[in-house]
């Protein structure tokens, strides 16, 4: 979601563990490993665990424990933003972090659509389409990334976004306050996100094909 931005020029990704370097202030000098955006990111990681077990807890009796799960939830969506705000703003992006983003992401969204489907709230069928897409396309990325960089799509950053909104709106109970209408916005727009994901799925893998053959350079921020 707060990916950060990298180039057909940029050599492959072979990550460095300096922490060596700027940590918050802007910069044209090489930023630490250890800066703050990284920082954030792997703070989004360990997030992610304690989430998806708070949410298991509850069992879906949606108790005080399914919000708070649900806020942790939120909270690390937006520290998503936040570390790729600072990344970008401040300058500095490190091969690390270009590594460390997309996975802290897949982590989150996949671990909450397994644990959703584990409590029988979201079809199996959903939660694997959309994490053989995610991590499909991730793989895929890092595997051509020192040959070719796809440019992200709007329909790809969108796609990210409606994910965020369906799972959270899938995490907070808010049909046992509002009343079962709640429930038709929700799927309404996991309908969206899954669909969206689909496409901006084979809209990539047809963008790589064109990209491979014309081997042009390309700059892009990576969104997908």
Same mark, same amino acid.
């Given at each position: 979601?707060?990916?950060?931005?990298?180039?057909e020029s940029?050599?492959?990704?072979?990550? @460095?563990?300096?922490?060596?370097?700027?940590?918050?202030?802007?910069?044209?000098?090489?930023?630490?490993?250890?800066?703050?955006?990284? *920082?954030?990111?792997?703070?989004?990681?360990?997030?992610?665990?304690?989430f &998806? =077990?708070?949410? !298991?807890l509850?069992?879906?009796?949606?108790?005080?424990?399914?919000? &708070?799960?649900a +806020?942790?939830? &939120?909270? +690390?969506?937006?520290?998503?933003?936040?570390?790729?705000?600072? +990344?970008?703003?401040?300058?500095?992006?490190?091969?690390?972090?270009?590594?460390?983003?997309?996975?802290?992401d897949?982590?989150?969204?996949?671990?909450?659509?397994?644990? !959703?489907?584990? #409590?029988g %709230?979201?079809? =199996?069928?959903?939660? &694997? !389409?959309?994490?053989?897409? %995610?991590?499909? *396309? /991730?793989?895929?990325?890092?595997?051509?990334? @020192?040959?070719?960089?796809?440019?992200?799509?709007?329909?790809?950053? #969108?796609?990210? $976004? #409606?994910? +965020?909104?369906?799972?959270?709106?899938? !995490?907070?109970?808010?049909? /046992?306050?509002?009343? @079962? =209408?709640?429930? =038709?916005?929700?799927?309404?727009?996991?309908?969206?996100a899954? $669909?969206l994901t689909?496409?901006?799925? *084979?809209?990539?893998?047809?963008?790589?094909?064109?990209?491979?053959?014309? @081997?042009?350079?390309?700059?892009?921020?990576?969104?997908?």
């Amino acid at each position: 979601m707060g990916e950060q931005p990298v180039s057909e020029s940029t050599p492959p990704v072979v990550p @460095s563990f300096s922490m060596r370097g700027r940590v918050f202030r802007r910069g044209d000098t090489p930023a630490s490993n250890g800066n703050i955006a990284n *920082i954030i990111t792997v703070v989004r990681i360990f997030m992610a665990p304690v989430f &998806i =077990w708070l949410l !298991l807890l509850d069992n879906g009796e949606m108790g005080p424990i399914r919000y &708070i799960a649900a +806020a942790l939830f &939120i909270i +690390a969506i937006v520290t998503d933003a936040v570390d790729g705000h600072l +990344a970008r703003g401040r300058n500095l992006i490190t091969n690390v972090g270009i590594i460390l983003d997309p996975i802290a992401d897949k982590v989150l969204t996949g671990g909450a659509l397994v644990a !959703l489907s584990i #409590l029988g %709230e979201l079809p =199996w069928w959903i939660t &694997i !389409l959309i994490l053989v897409r %995610e991590f499909g *396309i /991730t793989i895929y990325r890092f595997a051509v990334l @020192s040959k070719v960089v796809v440019p992200a799509s709007r329909g790809g950053k #969108l796609k990210t $976004v #409606l994910q +965020a909104v369906a799972i959270a709106l899938f !995490l907070v109970p808010l049909f /046992t306050v509002l009343g @079962s =209408w709640v429930l =038709w916005l929700n799927w309404s727009v996991m309908a969206i996100a899954v $669909v969206l994901t689909v496409y901006t799925g *084979i809209e990539y893998l047809w963008l790589a094909w064109r990209h491979t053959r014309a @081997s042009k350079p390309v700059t892009t921020t990576p969104g997908v």
